[in-house]
């Protein structure tokens, strides 16, 4: 077979592809699209990829790959194809829709805002771009002006403007009752549990009643929190929630309710994405007052502003509650905790390790957290981060954190005196994974992520030896009430949904 070669040129860019290798990547990049129109996100990056290689200069291959790292949450390798494809060709209108969608999911408004003002400028009867335009441009001066309202840092708090006493709970009202202290009895919980069963919502009073209680709590408590695992017990970690309420009732049903002989921590990502972020955050709050010693919450990186205002918490609460109450819960996950330490040999946080070396327990313990999560540092490392199975450090597949290598582990272990780390963050096939050798766990306790995933649901239970024990299970039945039915617009006019 004779191979024939041909000059590809583009935007002044020669390269010598063999014919041959230019019809295979086009055949990769069809196979790549059928994977992706079945939602095999993971295989159809993977036969991109393959086209890549063989004819790296076709700004589609890029926009495609792009398109599939939105859809596995990779927006920091979304952004570097959409960057690449534009590189590659300046005129590739998908290509500045792809970085602008990455960003936005990132919270990062005003970059995504420039780029869907270019695609409006280039389409201008297109109605698809510059409905995106209008909806992006709505949130930055939202975000502008609440950050001009709340310029004064010493603002006073929601709780200031909550008149408890004057609030009436009508005659009408049939649910869960606190009594004047807003004191969570283990009668109130089982009450409520059933209620939202139901899909009532709690009343405002007493919704208000635990919101101040549990802010009034977390403000004494440090970034790192300590805890003892008694002799006789087992201790519970779950990983993410997101929202997803029957999945959380089943973890329940399959090992317990919190109590003192049955604690448990939640390791962040409680909202978001599920449609029942209110009754989630509501429940375990709830736990929380009723056993403070017991029952334990790490902050997530969707326990956060830019999050809940994209994917679906924000939307939720001013549908079922108010703008003002979304706005209190911001003030809340302000002051959750960052990790934990287990026994003094468990590090337990939502993302994963550090950009710098030489990150020890006391930096994080005196670490203030009172504030949203920056785009760099301890705290943005802690809530965003992830491991990699290869040595060293490389750039987040994110955009946001970093990746971490074996050798990063084990050197915060040795420098700390610890056994190992748990994290959550990321979707496993099987709920839970284990890497660098045993000294890294992730843990998801989501199943059936947004209701297309496929994966299994997944906690740990502990010892006082601390070995692992790992339980699985799938997902169960929920209303019919869509994951992201609150979340943002712009989230649904770009296929996120």
């Not at 995106?132 to 200031?160: G, Y």
């Not at 003892?228 to 089943?250: A, E, M, R, W």
Request: aromatic content about 14%.
């Amino acid at each position: 077979f004779t191979t024939l070669l041909y000059t590809i040129k583009f935007e002044g860019l020669h390269e010598m592809v063999s014919l041959s290798l230019v019809e295979e990547a086009e055949q990769d990049k069809n196979t790549a699209n059928q994977f992706f129109k079945d939602k095999k996100y993971l295989i159809a990056i993977e036969w991109y990829t393959k086209a890549i290689e063989k004819n790296g200069v076709v700004p589609a291959y890029y926009g495609n790959r792009s398109f599939a790292y939105l859809k596995t949450e990779c927006f920091g390798y979304a952004i570097s194809d959409a960057d690449k494809a534009l590189e590659l060709d300046r005129t590739y209108l998908k290509a500045y829709y792809r970085r602008a969608e990455a960003n936005m999911a990132l919270g990062r408004y005003k970059k995504s805002l420039a780029d869907y003002d270019t695609v409006r400028k280039a389409r201008p009867k297109d109605k698809d771009a510059l409905a995106k335009f209008k909806e992006c441009d709505k949130i930055v001066k939202r975000l502008a002006f609440e950050r001009a309202i709340n310029v004064d840092s010493l603002k006073k708090s929601i709780v200031d403007s909550i008149d408890l006493e004057n609030m009436i709970v009508e005659d009408s009202y049939t649910g869960p009752k606190l009594d004047e202290n807003f004191t969570v009895t283990l009668e109130f919980m089982e009450q409520l549990i059933a209620w939202f069963k139901d899909q009532k919502v709690l009343h405002r009073k007493y919704a208000y009643g635990m919101l101040i209680n549990i802010k009034k709590y977390f403000e004494t408590q440090p970034s790192l929190i300590k805890i003892t695992i008694p002799t006789s017990n087992k201790f519970t970690v779950c990983g993410d929630i997101h929202g997803q309420f029957y999945d959380l009732l089943n973890i329940f049903e399959i090992n317990g309710l919190p109590g003192e002989a049955n604690p448990y921590l939640f390791n962040g990502d409680f909202v978001d994405r599920g449609s029942f972020s209110v009754e989630v955050i509501f429940v375990l709050f709830g736990f929380k007052l009723l056993y403070p010693d017991h029952m334990f919450m790490a902050r997530g990186n969707h326990e956060s502003v830019n999050m809940n205002l994209m994917y679906g918490f924000d939307g939720e609460v001013r549908e079922k509650y108010s703008k003002n109450m979304s706005d209190f819960f911001t003030e809340i996950f302000n002051w959750l905790p960052l990790c934990h330490l287990i026994n003094n040999a468990v590090f337990v946080t939502h993302g994963g390790l550090f950009q710098e070396d030489g990150i020890t327990l006391e930096d994080i313990e005196n670490f203030e957290r009172n504030r949203q999560p920056p785009e760099s540092g301890v705290m943005c490392d802690l809530l965003w981060s992830d491991p990699q199975s290869f040595e060293g450090r490389s750039a987040s597949k994110r955009g946001v954190g970093v990746q971490f290598g074996p050798d990063i582990t084990n050197a915060f272990l040795e420098r700390n005196k610890l056994k190992y780390v748990i994290r959550s963050h990321e979707v496993k096939d099987e709920g839970y994974e284990v890497s660098h050798d045993g000294k890294c766990i992730t843990v998801f306790s989501a199943p059936n992520y947004c209701d297309q995933m496929g994966n299994k649901g997944a906690f740990i239970t502990l010892k006082e030896d601390l070995v692992p024990k790992f339980t699985t299970y799938e997902a169960v039945p929920h209303p019919d009430v869509k994951p992201m039915a609150y979340a943002n617009n712009l989230l649904k006019m770009s296929g996120f949904m």
